[in-house]
């Protein structure tokens, strides 16, 4: 098979997405909500949201019937470092078919097509993350494409979340099983509670302090053996956009700490306001991480967010987030790897720094 | 699994190059029946194409790993996803017996 145009089912073509992602988000909630919806939690990604990410060169193979969208599946240009090489790769993700287009096979041609433009990139792989639920479409789809194609995708690792929930009775109202419902009523008043701390020292982010913010994530992501690598323009989208916030913890003028997050909605039964941690670096010690985490859960809960949520990665401050009450998550969901070429060869992530999209 | 019990690739591999389309492509419109959760009344529906009888991503990548597995099919080299080109069963068969299996 070369790169050339496949035969497509006839009125459908792939060709790179334009558009204002009204459609990308409008689509993916649409799809999701019926192939998932009440059974297992998804994310709701709405359309300011997929401008911050797709709007920086992502690789967008779109399907399109006529002018109308059916089918997405994008990935976003990052640099990864394993061990000391440094790979261009991509975060995969948006991977949707409308069900009234999926008889050609579209989410393959999909595939075909993102694997193309990662050859003609010259990314080495992407990186995605797909639900460890084995009743879903996705993860029924996506382990048998490994077992058929073990060149094109490898299941890496597991890794589970940190939780926080800052309104239990949302919360609960959206839990898809009766467990969930009945277990974050009855724990609500443990999970909701940010022990009161002074917050002295803690500000939101300014762009002056985005050198010094860099200087802290390099060093932080140095401890990992997989780590994206975060150049200062890329950086300063991720810190400060219309979807994301960052607040900073400041002692004797200088930026110890920060944490970055990015805002979206999931769907259970209901929608619920979440935030998401991406980025935390500091080289400060005990309750000024606490202090930092615990300012961050009061602020999103006075801007009306429901749960708050961050990988369990490496660097994470567990300690803190303990301390304002996240609750580890078992390791529920699996990032894959999808190459252009089967010649990669990687070394295995013991400690990974990375950002799920 | 639906018909002869006799491993497929075995009955391919004793059988005149002639007959091996039809006995491959019956295998596949077994597997095809089981995927879609069709009964048997409906096989001649198959004859429609993927595409007419609502073929999706995840039966494709079924039906691909089943066929791997029934006829001892190395993965296909450097990704190639040429068995998803294809448009029917005949034409399945056909491809797999001249490319994969060298059995014409």
């Known amino acids: ?357 | 699994m639906r018909g002869n019990v006799t491993p497929v690739l075995d009955r391919l591999r004793a059988s005149p190059p002639d007959d091996r389309p039809a006995i491959l492509v019956d295998f596949i419109e077994g597997q095809l029946l089981e995927i879609l959760n069709w009964d048997e009344s409906r096989r001649k529906d198959l004859a429609r194409g993927f595409v007419q009888i609502g073929l999706d991503s995840l039966m494709a990548v079924e039906l691909q790993f089943r066929l791997q597995k029934a006829l001892k099919l190395a993965p296909p080299p450097e990704g190639d996803d040429a068995e998803f080109e294809m448009s029917s069963a005949t034409d399945l068969a056909d491809f797999l017996l001249s490319r994969r299996l060298n059995l014409r």
């Not at chain 1, 334009?18 to 359309?47: H, I, R, S």
């Not at chain 1, 470092?81 to 989410?107: E, F, K, N, Y």
């Not at chain 1, 708050?308 to 303990?322: C, I, K, S, Y």
């Open chain 1, 1 to 357: 098979m070369g790169l050339g145009p496949r035969p497509m089912v006839s009125g459908l073509a792939i060709r790179d997405y334009a558009g204002d992602c009204e459609d990308v988000a409008a689509l993916g909630q649409k799809v999701w909500t019926a192939t998932y919806g009440n059974t297992m939690w998804f994310p709701l990604w709405d359309a300011a949201f997929l401008r911050w990410q797709i709007g920086g060169g992502a690789l967008a193979p779109a399907l399109y019937d006529g002018d109308r969208l059916v089918g997405t599946f994008f990935s976003l240009p990052h640099k990864l470092r394993i061990g000391s090489q440094t790979l261009p790769v991509g975060l995969a993700s948006w991977c949707t078919v409308d069900p009234a287009h999926r008889a050609g096979r579209s989410a393959l041609r999909l595939i075909g097509a993102l694997r193309e433009r990662h050859a003609a990139h010259g990314l080495a792989l992407s990186l995605g993350v797909i639900s460890g639920d084995r009743a879903s479409v996705a993860h029924q789809f996506w382990s048998r494409y490994a077992q058929s194609f073990p060149q094109n995708l490898r299941f890496l690792f597991c890794f589970g979340l940190w939780v926080k929930v800052l309104d239990p009775a949302r919360v609960a109202a959206a839990g898809v099983s009766a467990f969930e419902r009945l277990g974050v009523r009855v724990a609500g008043p443990l999970l909701r509670g940010i022990p009161s701390r002074p917050t002295t020292g803690v500000r939101p982010y300014a762009p002056g302090d985005l050198p010094r913010c860099a200087d802290l994530l390099a060093a932080s992501t140095a401890r990992c053996n997989w780590a994206l690598q975060w150049p200062v323009a890329r950086l300063a989208a991720q810190l400060n956009s219309a979807v994301s916030q960052t607040f900073v913890l400041e002692s004797g003028g200088s930026v110890q700490a920060f944490v970055n997050i990015h805002r979206l909605s999931f769907q259970g039964r209901s929608p619920v306001r979440a935030a998401m941690i991406d980025l935390w670096a500091t080289d400060a010690r005990g309750a000024g991480s606490a202090r930092l985490i615990g300012h961050l859960c009061q602020a999103l809960r006075r801007d009306g967010v429901e749960l708050v949520l961050a990988m369990r990665a490496h660097g994470m401050p567990a300690p803190a987030l303990l301390a304002n009450g996240f609750v580890p998550q078992p390791a529920h969901h699996h990032v894959v790897a999808l190459f252009p070429r089967d010649d990669v060869a990687l070394i295995e992530p013991k400690t990974w720094h990375l950002i799920m999209r």
